[in-house]
T-cell receptor, first 114, second 109 residues
C-alpha cells in the first residue's frame, strides 16, 4: 500500500540552529498538509498546498518557518532559527482532490530543541 | 472557527470490553474521518465517514451529520487498540481538516 514518506524520523538540535523536514506524499495526491502536534494535543495545521501553490499558511509562524513544494510533488518544511517551543511532532499528510477520500499521514518527525 | 470536541478524554478498559467514543462538531461538515494514533505517533486512518455507518472488523463508526456528531465503536477490545483516537472534520472540499481533542484509550490485559 502506498505511503506518505517523511524524514528524518527524529531530529535533535540546539536552539538557534536551522532544521529541515522532508515529505513525499502518495503519488497522485494533489493536496499536501504540514501539521504540528504538541504532546497531549491534536494535530494543528501549519500549511496546506494544492499542487505547488500554498492554499493556507495562516497558522505558519513566517518569521522562522518556511515551506515549499516546488514541483508539486515532495515538500520541505524549514525552521530557522529553532526555538525551545518548537519541540513537537511534525506530521505530513496528503489527500487526492476532486473526490472525497481518506487523508493519509506519514510517520512524522519528532523534533527536540535543546 | 469550528469546534470539535471528543469524549471521554481518557478511557481505561479491560481486554475484551466494548467502548463508544464520541465526536461532536459545531458546524456542518463535508468530510469526517477517524484516526488511531499508536504509541509511536503514527496516525492510521480508520474511517472516512461523512454520514451513515461503516464497519471494519471489530470497529464501526456512525455519523449523524444533521445532529453534528459521530461515534466510534470498539468491540472486544485488545491491548493493541491502545493509543489516542482522533476525529477530524473538513468544512468544504479542499479545505483544511480540523482535529478534535482526542480520546486516550488504554486496554489492560
Amino acid at each position: 500500500e502506498a505511503e506518505v514518506a517523511q524524514s528524518p524520523r527524529y531530529k535533535i538540535t540546539e536552539k538557534s540552529q536551522a532544521v529541515a523536514f522532508w515529505c513525499d506524499p502518495i503519488s497522485g495526491h494533489a493536496t499536501l498538509y504540514w501539521y504540528r502536534q504538541i504532546l497531549g494535543q491534536g494535530p494543528e495545521l501549519l500549511v496546506q498546498f494544492q499542487d505547488e501553490s500554498v492554499v493556507d499558511d495562516s497558522q505558519l509562524p513566517k518569521d522562522r518557518f518556511s515551506a515549499e513544494r516546488l514541483k508539486g510533488v515532495d515538500s520541505t518544511l524549514k525552521i530557522q532559527p529553532a526555538e525551545l517551543g518548537d519541540s513537537a511532532m511534525y506530521l505530513c499528510a496528503s489527500i487526492r482532490q476532486e473526490t472525497n477520500e481518506k487523508l493519509f499521514f506519514g510517520s512524522g518527525t519528532q523534533l527536540s530543541v535543546l | 472557527g469550528i469546534q470539535v470536541e471528543q469524549s471521554p478524554p481518557d478511557l481505561i478498559l479491560q481486554e475484551g470490553a466494548n467502548s463508544t467514543l464520541r465526536c461532536n462538531f459545531s458546524d456542518s461538515v463535508n468530510n469526517l474521518q477517524w484516526f488511531h494514533q499508536n504509541p509511536w505517533g503514527q496516525l492510521i486512518n480508520l474511517f472516512y465517514i461523512p454520514s451513515g455507518t461503516k464497519q471494519n472488523g471489530r470497529l464501526s463508526a456512525t455519523t449523524v451529520a444533521t445532529e453534528r456528531y459521530s461515534l466510534l465503536y470498539i468491540s472486544s477490545s485488545q491491548t493493541t487498540d491502545s493509543g489516542v483516537y482522533f476525529c477530524a472534520v473538513e468544512l468544504n472540499t479542499g479545505n483544511q481538516f480540523y482535529f478534535g481533542t482526542g480520546t486516550s484509550l488504554t486496554v489492560i490485559p
